[in-house]
């Protein structure tokens, strides 16, 4: 018995080791060398080098024969798109976040809350807000974007405290930093029907979100268009843009199963 509970804690713990070196593999850092994961994780380089076998083995990393360098690899792919496929909202939203992007030109996203962040769900470009990557399973903050502010604005003061600390950090001067402005911004959110953010995550961006809801009422996700300020234009377009999020926002919710008279 204790030896099978024992070999049975050895394969955990390194199922465990292996999966978390999947975690160090960023968009700031996207390839590693064994002596790098050595360094990271505080195992011996041999341990290292078997969990980085068995993952390249199975297709959850891949090396570059010229660079010696690993990379994420194909089997983390097909799961995001297993586990994307199997969500309600990316289902819904899909197709209409992409007419969005193509009807607007812009960037059209979908997200939802995951604890204290917001997690995109799928990401279009449109041809005036083109990128070179996809925004699609990154988390960001609520208190910072547009899609986050649409995301909690469901919730009552009481939830929003209980769930984020009373100081948000500051990413650009224009970020909310205290609960009291963020409750104040959600007042308005919910008075116009959406939420915008101008460069509160990042220079020279702009965004406009609508809350998604499901049948009972509740919001469980967040589409917006999104770009440049000048792409944007806020100033100028900002009721345009936010009948055509509202419109579509309301098609993903109908398929979601919201009845807005039944409410």
């Not at 994420?72 to 995001?80: D, N, Q, Y």
């Not at 009948?243 to 919710?253: G, N, P």
Request: hydrophobic share 40%; glycine share 10%.
């Amino acid at each position: 018995m204790s030896t099978t509970m024992n070999t049975a804690g050895a394969g955990t713990q390194s199922v465990e080791r292996a999966l978390s070196l999947l975690s160090y593999f960023t968009d700031e850092q996207p390839e590693r060398r064994i002596a790098e994961l050595v360094e990271l994780t505080g195992l011996g380089q041999s341990t290292i080098s078997r969990l980085v076998g068995a993952l390249e083995s199975l297709g959850y990393l891949a090396r570059d024969e010229r660079s010696g360098l690993h990379r994420l690899g194909p089997r983390v792919v097909t799961l995001a798109g297993i586990a994307l496929n199997q969500s309600p909202v990316h289902r819904a939203a899909r197709q209409i976040a992409q007419n969005l992007a193509h009807e607007t030109g812009l960037g059209a996203n979908v997200a939802e809350r995951h604890g204290s962040r917001m997690f995109y769900l799928c990401h279009f470009e449109g041809p005036q807000a083109p990128r070179s990557f996809t925004l699609t399973g990154r988390y960001a903050p609520l208190h910072a974007t547009a899609m986050g502010k649409a995301l909690i604005a469901g919730l009552s003061e009481e939830e929003i405290r209980g769930m984020m600390s009373p100081d948000f950090p500051a990413y650009t001067p224009q970020t909310i930093t205290t609960i009291g402005a963020l409750l104040t911004e959600l007042d308005e959110v919910r008075s116009r029907g959406y939420a915008t953010e101008v460069e509160e995550l990042a220079f020279g961006r702009a965004c406009l979100a609508v809350p998604v809801r499901d049948r009972s009422g509740e919001i469980v996700a967040a589409l917006s268009v999104s770009g440049s300020l000048s792409a944007l234009d806020l100033a100028g377009r900002q009721t345009e843009l936010a009948r055509q999020v509202i419109e579509y926002a309301d098609q993903v919710s109908t398929g979601l199963g919201y009845l807005a008279h039944a409410v």
